[in-house]
């Protein structure tokens, strides 16, 4: 007996109340989003739900789940609560889309819980966040004004980008991102009608950890589930340079670049996503 039925859901994991919702058909899904401490909502695809049984947590810590627990950790707290999530859907095994933060979650779950992994699909992900991510964060912020030169806004966007998150409340930090959106599209500015309306819905909540250091990369050879990796082009944090340093380590995974999207390629190039991702089928 599953639990796998369409709607919303709730499972208490260790006192905390921890959300979910199901839609589609076909073998379950669980679609883990980004941030750390951003809205499930931006990564939901019906699309997929004609191929999977999709899952859509909310994280600990955003939507309608409980707060993160004491002493929550940058990554492991999140695979713990994706088991809990598993074991009570009662499946013995499921796909793992992770996009950003999200891909390192399922990353550290398919080298925890190798058994319970089907597929991954390692979307506008990495598998390190050292200071040499971060510097490449950096220089790709700063390069963005120079992407699109006849647009002021970029500067403001680079702006939001750059300031210092340590202390900012719900609604500092979603106004905040709202503001930064822009620069994870390839072309947020000739699409502005169309994306406008995620960014004034795209909802963050504060995430605090000890450290956002992680390292995966000597992790990867012990993935054996089919992996599909796969960012955009002008993905200005988790970019080409990461996805190729997830394909070059997990043998047989396959690598989709798509040539016009940035951070959110399942909006700007939905067709392109959507055959890549069925390709774990």
């Not at 993935?223 to 990461?242: Q, S, Y």
């Not at 043998?251 to 390629?265: D, K």
């Amino acid at each position: 007996m599953t639990n796998l039925s369409a709607g919303t859901h709730t499972v208490t994991v260790d006192g905390t109340r921890y959300v979910y919702h199901v839609a589609g058909q076909g073998p379950a899904m669980i679609a883990h989003s980004g941030g750390p401490g951003v809205d499930y909502a931006y990564l939901r695809f019906a699309p997929l739900e004609e191929h999977f049984t999709m899952v859509y947590p909310e994280p600990p810590g955003t939507g309608h789940s409980g707060p993160l627990p004491a002493h929550a950790t940058y990554v492991d707290t999140y695979v713990d609560f994706v088991h809990a999530l598993v074991e009570h859907l009662g499946v013995p095994q499921v796909h793992l889309l992770g996009h950003s933060h999200g891909g390192f979650v399922a990353i550290r779950y398919a080298v925890r819980h190798p058994d319970r992994v089907a597929g991954l699909l390692l979307y506008s992900t990495s598998p390190e966040t050292t200071d040499a991510f971060w510097h490449d964060v950096d220089v790709n912020t700063l390069a963005y004004p120079k992407r699109h030169p006849d647009i002021p806004a970029t500067i403001d966007v680079v702006a939001a980008v750059r300031t210092d998150e340590t202390g900012l409340s719900a609604t500092d930090l979603t106004a905040l991102l709202r503001r930064s959106l822009p620069i994870y599209f390839a072309d947020f500015w000739g699409r502005r009608a169309e994306f406008k309306p995620l960014q004034e819905a795209v909802r963050c909540w504060p995430a605090r950890f000890e450290t956002r250091t992680i390292d995966y990369r000597s992790d990867l050879a012990r993935i054996t589930a089919r992996t599909v990796v796969l960012t955009g082009r002008h993905d200005f944090i988790c970019g080409p340079r990461w996805a190729h340093a997830l394909h070059d380590g997990i043998a047989g995974s396959r690598l989709v670049i798509l040539e016009e999207s940035g951070h959110f390629g399942h909006l700007e190039q939905p067709e392109q996503f959507l055959s890549a991702a069925t390709g774990l089928l």
